[in-house]
């Protein structure tokens, strides 16, 4: 015999031990799924996990974005298709390096100390330790990934697909290596990509500095953002058709600080309102001026070292400094020769360096780049002729914007941790082959001679891009590759929509004809109060295990996903996580005692309007509640089902929600309590419509909340002890069981219920003393009401209720929606006249704040000199007065204790 269900929900003690169910019984396996199902074979649904980084800990972040996920692939799975959620971790270059060489240095050593070698095993060794964590934290949310596919990003399989699709694009010229300005961080040591760079606004100058004319008096004003490189200056360039400076083309300046001189040029890309028209032109330390340079002939000079201090290019009493105490230097000498002419304040964006927040620095290098435009326009077509579409639509807008505009990209970094280049220099300068393989290298193929592999490594999102195909076995015809590519919906933040969304496209296009994934779905960001994004170094995080342990799984997915609009951020106090979670928690309880009561009431349940049970449940044995419950439940069906289909999951939780608390549990459930009790006839019935609504009620909650309903639903009456919700059959819509007639007179008896209920609470009638009620007729009738007088009676706790007309007059009236009229007779039920006493005293202190604003809205010096807002409000502040007056006036007459009073009070101007 099954143990009771616990009087209390406890979520510390069902939802591991369920995970580890499902887990053992493989159902987060689609292959094992379909056999669980008799092998029939179902259309596959697949969504790609953005495989966190191996270092990375759980964040709200990974909570919000994670469950979202795993809402659609619960929801898909049930649904009866071979859905695969596919997860992985990323090796995450740049991150990782740095956690190792923060753990060197306290070690006092360095990367360099140890040798390349001995630091990618330190690295490895650190990633085996730690790598999987936040895969284990994920699945402390309920997250049903597959995760017998797990895939690292540095995996020998994954490593020799990432050097298939180098050694391809480079062969197709996709692939090349280039002297460009690229993005560089002083302090991780590497170049990284123009996504990288994070634009941030700062407060910064313009330094208008005079560079004296070499063949004579006067001089140019030239405006920079960046004095310190002004050392590697090889030219100053103006537009052509400014008038100001045309006769200097050709000219010769003196850079100030040095002995150079250097040209004046004319060139389009000076923007004639920056500054006073004229720029430096520092092609080793601007993209900009670099291509100035090489149209005009002008020479890189490079004045910083790889760690942003100046070098050796520069006066000896500049080398070796910082390059913002250079800046400070060669600001204060500028000053003391008279070149300084002025600085003004500028706000400006500046790029960052996305690991560690650096500001990058523009450096002339040789790196490697991937030819992005070719592979950019098959990924614009297929957005715009919609096989690609975005939730929310704008998001579209921002990715061909991105793809137009396209950049090549720099795909090489300076770490040793990585996939390394698949390139080897033949060392025979004779020879000086460049040989690109998809295999080690051990001598050149054309002399024989020595090589030596490229140092860099590839940039972390050259692997990442891949993963849709490289996960299921690409290069290599495998049968998860012919079954689940290409995949169906990406589930992520925007922030990485160019990162990785765009690039994955571009990927699967190139090397497989097909998108990964048609529906991209970029979901809100997670923000504190204060609408800032949570984050470690603000120290406003939350940490999704902290809400599981307090509040548990099911509570933390339910106040994500309720929480969370289409396009929308979602704001979460980390200062009062009950304001956040405890609403989910209530939720779940409220399920629970739901549960405990429907599921103690089953013993052999048969089921309405019939399907496989004891007996068959005939319509004409319905009631007006079974009827109203059975449409509600249709109803609930039918919204649910279409808002997880559009992502708006916080409309399918909020309508499950609703039917569950309202309509089953706080109505249903309490107007078929005598039937249950056998007070009155059609019990098994009840019980039938009650199983078969909390069953689909469940079902539809599943995606959301997978703990409480698995657990509720394995305890139904007649289910083995291998059944599961999670690959239960998803409810259809059912046309048999939509009922206009009982929603509408249904609805009719909750209206008056409500207004009895609203009327006692008004007055203040003691929640134990009942009241008598009477109904008059409207025109449409009150036949649903006098039906269901019982039900009013009982949930209402109404002690007489009669139709006509009243014949008192103290008490509280309603009007319902069809016209119907309901009164509450209050003289037996209340104190009338302590009642008149407190509303009276509270009208006259109404009036008397209404005077009082009115005479310093007369006040005409108040009215003239205050901001237009502050008399606005104060004009609101009245006429919510008044109102309130009126409305406690009202009160009072019917009341029959106020007419007098409301009179004298409203004539009081």
Same mark, same amino acid.
């Given at each position: 015999?099954?143990?009771?269900?616990?009087?209390?929900?406890?979520?510390?003690?069902?939802?591991?031990? $369920?995970?580890?169910?499902?887990?053992?019984?493989?159902?987060?396996?689609?292959?094992?799924?379909?056999?669980?199902?008799? !092998?029939?074979?179902?259309?596959?649904?697949?969504?790609?996990?953005?495989?966190?980084?191996?270092?990375?800990?759980?964040?709200?972040?990974?909570?919000?974005?994670?469950?979202?996920?795993?809402?659609?692939?619960?929801?898909?799975?049930?649904r009866?298709?071979?859905? /695969?959620?596919?997860p992985?971790?990323?090796?995450?270059?740049?991150?990782?390096?740095?956690?190792?060489?923060?753990?060197?240095?306290?070690?006092?050593?360095?990367?360099?100390?140890?040798?390349?070698?001995?630091?990618?095993?330190?690295?490895?060794?650190?990633?085996?330790?730690?790598?999987?964590?936040?895969?284990?934290?994920?699945?402390?949310?309920?997250?049903?990934?597959?995760?017998?596919?797990?895939?690292?990003?540095l995996?020998?399989?994954?490593?020799?697909?990432?050097?298939?699709?180098?050694?391809?694009?480079?062969?197709?010229?996709?692939?090349?290596?280039?002297?460009?300005?690229?993005?560089?961080?002083?302090?991780?040591? @590497?170049?990284?990509?123009?996504?990288?760079?994070? &634009?941030?606004?700062?407060?910064?100058k =313009?330094?208008?500095?005079?560079?004296p004319?070499?063949?004579?008096?006067?001089h140019?004003?030239? %405006?920079? #953002?960046?004095?310190?490189?002004?050392?590697?200056?090889? !030219?100053?360039?103006?537009?052509?058709?400014?008038?100001? *400076?045309?006769?200097?083309?050709?000219?010769?300046?003196?850079?100030?600080?040095?002995?150079?001189?250097?040209?004046?040029?004319?060139?389009?890309?000076?923007?004639? %309102?920056?500054?006073?028209?004229?720029?430096?032109?520092?092609?080793?330390? +601007?993209?900009?001026?670099?291509?100035?340079?090489?149209?005009?002939?002008?020479p890189?000079?490079?004045?910083?070292?790889?760690?942003?201090?100046?070098?050796?290019?520069?006066p000896?009493?500049?080398?070796?400094?910082?390059r913002?105490?250079?800046?400070?230097?060669?600001?204060?000498?500028?000053?003391?020769?008279?070149?300084?002419?002025?600085?003004?304040?500028?706000?400006?964006?500046?790029?960052?360096?996305?690991?560690?927040?650096?500001?990058?620095?523009?450096?002339?290098?040789?790196?490697?780049?991937?030819?992005?435009?070719?592979?950019?326009?098959?990924?614009?077509?297929?957005?715009?002729?919609?096989?690609?579409?975005?939730?929310?639509?704008?998001?579209?807008?921002?990715?061909?914007?991105?793809?137009? !505009?396209?950049?090549?990209?720099? =795909?090489?970094?300076?770490?040793?941790?990585?996939?390394? =280049?698949?390139?080897?220099?033949?060392?025979d300068?004779?020879?000086?082959?460049?040989?690109?393989?998809?295999?080690?290298?051990?001598?050149?193929?054309?002399? !024989?001679?020595?090589?030596?592999?490229?140092?860099?490594?590839?940039? #972390?999102?050259?692997?990442?891009?891949?993963?849709?195909? @490289?996960?299921?076995?690409?290069?290599?015809?495998?049968?998860?590759?012919?079954t *689940?590519?290409?995949?169906?919906?990406?589930?992520?933040?925007?922030?990485?929509?160019?990162?990785?969304?765009?690039?994955?496209?571009?990927?699967?296009?190139?090397?497989?004809?097909?998108?990964?994934? @048609?529906?991209?779905?970029?979901?809100?960001?997670?923000?504190d109060?204060?609408?800032? &994004?949570?984050?470690?170094?603000?120290?406003?995080?939350?940490?999704?295990?902290?809400?599981v342990?307090?509040?548990? %799984?099911?509570?933390?997915? *339910?106040?994500?996903i309720?929480?969370?609009?289409?396009?929308?951020?979602?704001?979460?106090?980390?200062?009062?996580?009950?304001?956040?979670?405890?609403?989910?928690?209530?939720?779940?309880? &409220? $399920?629970?005692?739901?549960?405990?009561?429907?599921?103690?009431?089953?013993?052999?349940?048969?089921?309405? /309007?019939?399907?496989?049970?004891?007996?068959?449940?005939?319509?004409?044995?319905?009631?007006?509640?079974?009827?109203?419950?059975?449409?509600?439940?249709?109803?609930?069906?039918?919204?649910?089902?279409?808002?997880?289909?559009?992502?708006?999951?916080?409309?399918?939780?909020?309508?499950?929600?609703?039917?569950?608390?309202?309509?089953?549990?706080?109505?249903?459930?309490?107007?078929? &309590?005598?039937?249950?009790?056998?007070?009155?006839?059609?019990?098994?019935?009840?019980?039938?419509?009650?199983?078969?609504?909390?069953?689909?009620?469940?079902?539809?909650?599943?995606?959301?909340?997978?703990?409480?309903?698995?657990?509720?639903?394995?305890?139904?009456?007649?289910?083995?002890?291998?059944?599961?919700?999670?690959?239960?059959?998803?409810?259809?819509?059912?046309?048999?069981?939509? +009922?206009?007639?009982?929603?509408?007179?249904?609805?009719?008896?909750?209206?008056?219920?409500?207004?009895?209920?609203?009327?006692?609470?008004? *007055?203040?009638?003691?929640?134990?003393?009942p009241?008598?009620?009477?109904?008059?007729?409207?025109?449409?009738?009150d036949?649903?009401?006098?039906?269901?007088? %019982?039900?009013?009676?009982? $949930?209402?706790?109404?002690?007489?209720?009669?139709?006509?007309?009243?014949?008192?007059?103290?008490?509280?009236?309603?009007?319902?929606?069809?016209? #119907?009229?309901?009164?509450?007779?209050?003289?037996?039920a209340?104190?009338?006249?302590?009642?008149?006493?407190? /509303?009276?005293?509270?009208?006259?202190?109404?009036?008397?704040?209404?005077?009082?604003?009115?005479?310093k809205?007369?006040?005409?010096?108040?009215?003239?000199?205050?901001?237009?807002?502050?008399?606005?409000?104060?004009?609101?502040?009245?006429?919510?007065?008044?109102?309130?007056?009126?409305?406690?006036?009202?009160?009072?007459?019917?009341?029959?204790c106020?007419?007098?009073?409301?009179?004298?009070?409203?004539?009081?101007?």
């Amino acid at each position: 015999m099954t143990a009771p269900l616990a009087p209390q929900y406890d979520p510390s003690q069902i939802e591991a031990p $369920l995970y580890a169910w499902w887990r053992d019984r493989g159902l987060f396996d689609p292959d094992v799924v379909q056999r669980a199902r008799g !092998g029939t074979p179902g259309e596959p649904y697949v969504i790609q996990m953005p495989p966190p980084n191996v270092t990375a800990e759980l964040h709200a972040g990974h909570g919000l974005n994670n469950t979202v996920q795993d809402v659609l692939i619960r929801f898909e799975r049930m649904r009866g298709r071979r859905a /695969l959620w596919v997860p992985g971790t990323d090796h995450a270059g740049i991150a990782t390096q740095n956690v190792v060489e923060r753990l060197l240095a306290k070690e006092g050593l360095t990367r360099f100390d140890v040798g390349r070698e001995a630091f990618v095993e330190r690295v490895w060794s650190y990633v085996r330790e730690t790598g999987a964590r936040i895969l284990d934290q994920l699945q402390a949310l309920g997250c049903s990934a597959d995760w017998s596919r797990t895939y690292f990003t540095l995996d020998e399989d994954l490593s020799r697909a990432v050097r298939e699709v180098f050694v391809r694009l480079y062969e197709k010229g996709l692939i090349y290596r280039g002297h460009y300005i690229i993005n560089w961080c002083p302090r991780c040591l @590497t170049a990284l990509s123009n996504e990288e760079a994070e &634009k941030e606004e700062v407060d910064g100058k =313009i330094w208008h500095i005079r560079y004296p004319l070499a063949g004579g008096e006067g001089h140019l004003t030239v %405006a920079t #953002t960046r004095p310190e490189t002004m050392l590697g200056d090889t !030219g100053v360039a103006v537009h052509p058709d400014d008038e100001r *400076y045309r006769r200097l083309v050709g000219e010769k300046l003196r850079l100030p600080l040095t002995e150079r001189l250097i040209p004046v040029v004319a060139d389009e890309a000076v923007d004639l %309102a920056f500054g006073s028209g004229a720029v430096k032109v520092t092609p080793a330390h +601007d993209a900009t001026d670099f291509e100035i340079g090489r149209r005009h002939d002008l020479p890189p000079v490079d004045v910083m070292t790889p760690e942003a201090r100046m070098s050796l290019a520069v006066p000896e009493r500049f080398q070796g400094l910082d390059r913002y105490e250079a800046r400070g230097r060669i600001v204060a000498e500028l000053e003391s020769l008279g070149l300084l002419e002025r600085v003004e304040s500028h706000r400006h964006a500046v790029g960052h360096c996305y690991r560690c927040g650096t500001v990058i620095e523009p450096r002339l290098s040789e790196q490697w780049f991937v030819h992005m435009a070719p592979l950019a326009e098959p990924a614009l077509e297929h957005y715009r002729d919609g096989t690609v579409r975005f939730t929310p639509e704008r998001r579209g807008d921002d990715y061909e914007r991105w793809l137009v !505009g396209i950049r090549d990209w720099c =795909i090489s970094r300076q770490l040793w941790w990585g996939h390394r =280049i698949p390139v080897w220099y033949c060392e025979d300068e004779r020879c000086g082959r460049v040989i690109v393989s998809r295999t080690g290298v051990t001598e050149c193929p054309e002399c !024989g001679g020595r090589v030596r592999q490229d140092e860099d490594v590839l940039d #972390t999102w050259f692997s990442s891009w891949l993963v849709p195909f @490289t996960s299921l076995g690409w290069p290599e015809p495998t049968d998860d590759l012919a079954t *689940y590519y290409p995949g169906h919906t990406l589930v992520t933040s925007p922030d990485i929509l160019f990162f990785w969304v765009a690039r994955m496209i571009m990927s699967g296009l190139e090397c497989l004809g097909e998108p990964p994934y @048609t529906r991209i779905y970029l979901h809100g960001v997670v923000r504190d109060t204060q609408h800032r &994004k949570m984050s470690k170094s603000l120290g406003n995080g939350i940490d999704p295990l902290e809400v599981v342990e307090r509040y548990g %799984a099911d509570a933390l997915r *339910y106040s994500l996903i309720s929480g969370m609009s289409v396009g929308t951020d979602l704001i979460l106090d980390p200062n009062d996580l009950d304001s956040s979670f405890a609403p989910g928690r209530n939720f779940a309880n &409220k $399920l629970w005692n739901a549960g405990r009561f429907i599921l103690s009431n089953l013993p052999d349940v048969p089921r309405p /309007l019939g399907g496989p049970s004891s007996r068959v449940v005939r319509r004409e044995e319905l009631t007006l509640a079974d009827r109203w419950i059975i449409a509600r439940c249709e109803a609930t069906v039918r919204e649910a089902t279409e808002a997880y289909e559009r992502f708006r999951l916080n409309e399918a939780a909020t309508a499950v929600h609703r039917f569950i608390w309202s309509d089953l549990a706080d109505w249903y459930i309490e107007q078929i &309590k005598p039937r249950l009790y056998g007070d009155t006839p059609g019990g098994d019935v009840a019980r039938a419509v009650a199983a078969q609504t909390f069953d689909v009620a469940l079902r539809l909650l599943h995606p959301v909340m997978p703990f409480v309903t698995e657990a509720l639903w394995r305890r139904f009456p007649g289910r083995s002890g291998e059944a599961s919700i999670s690959i239960a059959p998803w409810p259809l819509p059912d046309r048999r069981a939509e +009922d206009p007639e009982a929603l509408r007179e249904f609805g009719m008896v909750q209206e008056a219920v409500g207004a009895i209920r609203a009327i006692r609470a008004e *007055y203040g009638v003691q929640p134990g003393h009942p009241v008598r009620a009477v109904v008059t007729r409207s025109d449409s009738g009150d036949g649903a009401i006098r039906r269901e007088q %019982a039900t009013v009676i009982r $949930l209402a706790k109404v002690s007489e209720l009669s139709f006509g007309e009243p014949s008192e007059r103290v008490g509280g009236h309603a009007v319902l929606s069809d016209g #119907t009229a309901v009164f509450v007779p209050l003289g037996d039920a209340i104190e009338v006249d302590r009642e008149c006493g407190r /509303l009276t005293a509270e009208v006259q202190r109404l009036s008397q704040m209404v005077e009082a604003q009115e005479r310093k809205l007369a006040n005409q010096q108040f009215v003239s000199r205050a901001p237009a807002e502050v008399v606005q409000r104060e004009r609101d502040k009245a006429s919510t007065w008044r109102e309130q007056r009126e409305v406690l006036g009202r009160k009072l007459e019917l009341l029959g204790c106020g007419a007098a009073t409301l009179r004298n009070e409203t004539s009081r101007r």
